[in-house]
């Protein structure tokens, strides 16, 4: 195999990792904005305590997961289908 496709085969990783990587972010930080709109003081004792923002931290990250996986999800499949045509 010559070096070239190693090369762009190492730079179509890097690149796709880094998409995921701001898209993930992006996903938590969007989670982590709707999710000040939700009222945990009805759910939790103390919802301005340490415990109480670390949990409102994980639940933005666990929703923001969810939501980028499904976005790289859809671009992977629609990038499936362009190339079918």
């Known amino acids: 195999m010559d070096s070239r496709f190693y ?3 190492s730079s179509s990783i890097g690149t796709s990792g880094l998409v995921s990587m701001i898209v993930s972010l992006f996903c938590v930080a969007i989670s982590w904005w709707a999710l ?3 009222k945990l003081d009805l759910v939790i004792r103390y919802p301005k305590s340490p415990q109480g923002r670390l949990l409102h931290l994980l639940l933005a990250i666990v929703l923001g997961h969810f939501v980028a ?10 990038g499936q289908i362009r190339n079918m045509f």
């Open 36 to 38: 000040q709109n939700l």
């Open 69 to 78: 996986g499904f976005l790289l999800d859809y671009l992977g499949w629609s």
């Open 7 to 9: 090369d762009e085969l």
